[in-house]
């Protein structure tokens, strides 16, 4: 283990375990306003005409005549409007905001605004959709002479559910507009995405907008793009507000029924066998994005690009659309569009291996990619693929073998069992050229003149402990004590842009900036002076440049990698199943923080796992989704996965710092497939879709009892 | 006279004059300024507002005022001036169980229920002593390991 790789007290460990750390709920609310949301309760409808009641003294409305900029919020393709203003596209799409000192009187006076609407047609079922927001196509090699060659053909379509981040912290922002410049502050990954928005929405020069992260409880995505959309509501109520801050925190069934989820997918999938292997495959994928685009285009991405998964598959052909449905936007969720085509894909190669009476794990080996192969784009996989020896080592930690041989004898009684074992990547970082064309990420570290070394960049630590990892990474190369180097959350009145929080990027990519800064800083560095040293991004020059346009070119300079098994035992009586064991491998290359990335492994397994079962939610026929609380949504608890061993296989990243890659959202992508294929042997059925519930499992019981 | 609702609150004689159908959780974090007592749900299913009432772990998004009467309440803020504390907080920096930090003040309040009922607790009763209390960042390994070192730790402590 490399010394960087020690684990240290988290820099904001103490004031957290306390209860002293500040969340944007905790400040005192005295001299605030509340701010509560009119929603939609239809899913597309003209609106007609509002009426407000007569308010009382102190009270006010915002909707989107109060917009002092565009009525747009500014996230990819800016159609998401801060207020509706002629139609409603969801059930839950913000009419306008109701602002007044007493939260009570505000829900009472919400309830009297009249809003008469026409109803229009609604698409709820992707299904059923005519629009797509997004459509690509890319592929490669001869898919006709595959296909005229085969063998056999395979074809199955595989179906991925919704998923809630579920971050313990519901989402919240204060806004406050003094003298001509806006502040907003709160729980978000992106500080600069929602100063950009702000400046849009309320026309104000960058200058003018100010954001402040505060400490915040979890993101997992869920707070990439939704706090722009928030803030620009908040902002223009702050902004009429004239002088006294307005406050929205959500409670946590808002927070769950109206804000950005995973998107639900359906992938059909087409495979040529020839020889006992996968020559051609053909892929069409379908996101249902929900009623707006926000961040669906970069979803869909990154999730056709991982469409043939690890496997090296000669011909390809790719089609991907999000498709717009009048349900509530969906957005960003650790892996980011990944974990369904992975759940495709991996199922795909269990049930062709299934069929050729193979055992899956060989097959999967036999068609793996290695350093050098083509990826999907017709880039390369540059560094070395360290998959067989990850799932060496996880064979090993679950008894692989052994138990995938007892379980696949026939099995009798109540409890039947079953392991299975699964593969996956995530490319680090932004997808293509985002990096280098878009964020052009800006660093800076600010030496005082005793010494110390703060540094200023606008990554959010959500929990997944950026603060302590930077501030690792600087002093290492500054030769000071981890105490001489801070990093505050940002505030953009004071750091560059950085980029946001996402994609696994921040220590990968903002991390190696800070390091080079660092070293510079220690080449100039004089005793008693303030110095700043400022750092920009540059991309890698072994990286074949990518076009989105053509999907062309490398997708990610380098990627993380996973291997996990999981070993069920299902009750046949209610189809009830316990995980009995989860071992996992994963590569992220040197890990900046043993314990950091440890919990990030195992945080982000638990939530895969719980992605493939018991996290169940559905939009119903009117498009309402009514699973919106803890006690309907069910998230894993301490009881779930009592048995959960994770080990780090470090292929070390040389554009990395000290061989860092991406790590927080590779431990999510994979899981399910694994889940799924022991539930398989368990079951001795066919599984094409996630969640899989009790009555799922009850339902194969009876069929394979039949067959 | 109405002299409110009279409570000890982190071993402080306190009266509360307001209503006793209020809820405790309210109350803290806004009449109190307790704002280590989180909330993530305000209806029982996630543990952030976890406190100890005479000892035992309570979600204070469920607690009428009326129901504290006369009760001791121990808030973070509270439990964080004891020494068990100290262990435990040393414990969870140890295995770097804290993540966002949203969900730690209850997890750290029902690993002291854990420890003072089961001083050498086994998995199973760490577990099931923390299935109250949801976390979406760590998946609970690192907290458990985090117990079972202050169980150690702390030996003689509870
Ligand atoms: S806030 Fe009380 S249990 Fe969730
Ligand atoms: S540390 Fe984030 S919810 Fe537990």
């Known amino acids: ?69 565009i009525n747009e919020v500014h996230i990819v393709k800016d159609d998401t409007p801060v207020y509706a203003d002629a139609t409603v596209e969801y059930i839950g799409d913000p009419i306008m905001m109701l602002v007044g000192p007493d939260e009570r009187e505000l829900e009472r006076l919400l309830a009297q605004i009249e809003v008469n609407y026409e109803l229009l047609p609604a698409i709820i079922d992707v299904r059923d959709g005519d629009t797509a927001f997004f459509d690509y196509h890319f592929g490669k090699g001869d898919m006709d002479q595959a296909w005229a060659e085969a063998d056999q053909i395979f074809e199955e379509c595989f179906e991925t559910g919704y998923q809630e981040q579920a971050y313990l912290e519901p989402q919240g922002l204060i806004a406050d507009y003094n003298q001509g410049k806006i502040t907003v502050r709160g729980s978000m990954q992106c500080p600069y995405y ?29 707070k990439e793009d939704y706090p722009s959309i928030l803030a620009c509501q908040v902002a223009v109520a702050a902004y009429k507000a004239k002088g006294q801050p ?72 790719v089609h991907g659309a999000a498709i717009k449905t009048n349900t509530v936007p969906n957005g960003a969720y650790r892996g980011f569009g990944a974990p369904q085509t992975f759940f495709a894909v991996e199922m795909l190669m269990e049930h062709i291996a299934n069929a050729l009476d193979e055992e899956p794990l060989a097959f999967k080996l036999r068609h793996m990619v290695r350093q050098g192969s083509v990826t999907s784009t ?6 070395p693929v360290p998959l067989p020896a990850m799932v060496d080592e996880v064979r090993k930690m679950s008894d692989f073998e052994q138990k995938r041989q007892v379980y696949a004898r026939q099995q009798t009684g109540t409890t039947r069992r079953g392991i299975g074992i699964s593969l996956w990547f995530h490319g680090a970082g932004f997808t293509g050229s985002g990096e280098r064309d ?106 074949i440049p990518f076009y989105i346009d053509k999907f062309q070119g490398d997708a990610y300079p380098t990627y993380a990698w996973g291997v996990c098994a999981v070993e069920v035992a299902v009750d046949t009586l209610t189809g009830v199943n316990e995980i009995t064991g989860t071992w996992a491998s994963f590569d992220v290359g040197t890990p900046i923080d043993l314990n950091i990335v440890i919990g990030q492994m195992e945080g982000g397994l638990l939530q895969g796992l719980g992605y ?77 879709h996630i969640p899989f519930s009790a009555e799922d499992a009850l339902k194969l019981i009876r069929q394979s009892r039949r067959a | 006279m109405n002299q409110g609702i009279v409570f000890k609150l ?87 169980a804290v993540q966002c930090g949203y969900c730690i003040p209850g997890m750290i309040l029902a690993s002291e229920c854990v420890l003072a009922r089961h001083p050498h607790p086994s998995e199973t009763e760490i577990r099931l002593g923390l299935s109250g209390n949801l976390c979406r960042c760590t998946g609970y390994n690192a907290i458990v390991k985090a117990i079972q070192i202050a169980a150690e730790k702390g030996e003689g402590l509870w």
């Not at chain 1, 017709?378 to 560094?383: A, D, E, L, N």
């Not at chain 2, 909330?39 to 772990?57: F, K, M, Q, R, T």
């Open chain 1, 1 to 69: 283990m490399m010394p960087i790789s020690q684990s240290v007290i988290k820099k904001d460990h103490l004031a957290k375990a306390c209860g002293q750390a500040m969340y944007v709920a905790d400040y005192d609310t005295t001299q605030m306003l509340q701010g509560l949301i009119l929603r939609s309760p239809h899913a597309h409808a003209k609106i007609l005409s509002m009426t407000y009641p007569p308010l009382p003294e102190g009270y006010f409305t915002v909707d989107y005549r109060d917009v002092p900029g």
């Open chain 1, 194 to 222: 929602v100063h950009g928005a702000l400046a849009k929405a309320l026309g104000l020069t960058p200058d003018k907008v100010r954001v402040i992260q505060d400490v915040t409880g979890g993101g997992f995505g869920g």
């Open chain 1, 246 to 317: 307005v406050r929205v925190i959500f409670g946590r069934r808002e927070d769950m029924e109206f804000t950005s989820k995973r998107h639900p997918s359906r992938c059909t999938y087409k495979a040529a066998v020839k020889n006992g292997r996968v020559t051609a495959l053909d892929a069409d994928v379908i996101f249902n994005a929900g009623a707006y685009t926000t961040l669906s285009a970069v979803v869909l991405q990154r999730g056709i690009i991982a469409a043939s998964g690890v496997y090296d598959i000669p011909a390809l052909k």
């Open chain 1, 378 to 383: 017709g880039g390369r996989y540059h560094f």
């Open chain 1, 438 to 543: 878009i964020i052009k990420a800006v660093t800076r570290l600010h030496k005082l003149a005793d010494g110390r070394v703060e540094i200023l960049a606008s990554q959010s630590d959500i929990g997944q402990g950026i603060k302590t990892t930077l501030c690792k990474i600087v002093a290492n190369e500054l030769n000071l004590p981890l105490d001489q180097v801070s990093y505050d959350n940002p505030d953009t009145d004071r750091v560059p842009d950085s980029g946001p929080t996402v994609a696994s990027r921040s220590l990968m990519t903002v991390g190696e900036l800070l390091r080079r800064a660092a070293i510079r800083l220690r080449s100039q560095w004089q005793e008693g002076v303030e110095q700043t040293v400022e750092e920009h991004f540059k991309e890698p020059d072994f990286v």
């Open chain 1, 612 to 688: 493939a079962s018991m996290e169940q939610l559905a939009a119903d026929q009117k498009g309402r989704i009514r699973n919106h609380s803890f006690s309907d949504y069910i998230i894993p608890t301490a009881m779930d996965v009592p048995l959960m061993k994770v080990q780090l296989h470090v292929e070390a990243y040389p554009d990395g710092p000290y061989g860092a890659k991406g790590a927080g959202e590779l431990p999510l992508v994979g899981a399910a497939p694994a889940y799924m294929s022991a539930l398989e042997q368990a079951l001795a059925g066919p599984i094409n």
């Open chain 2, 10 to 96: 982190n071993g402080q004689p306190v009266s509360y004059t307001g209503s006793a159908a209020d809820r405790l959780l309210d109350v803290l974090r806004q009449t109190y300024r307790l704002t280590g007592v989180k909330c993530g749900c305000n209806e029982g299913e996630c543990g952030a507002c976890s406190v100890l009432i005479d000892g035992h772990l309570a979600n204070s998004c469920m607690v009428a005022m009326g129901r504290v009467e006369n009760c001791e309440v121990t808030t973070i803020e509270g439990y964080s001036q004891t020494e068990r504390f100290q262990v435990l907080e040393q414990a969870y920096a140890a295995v770097s």
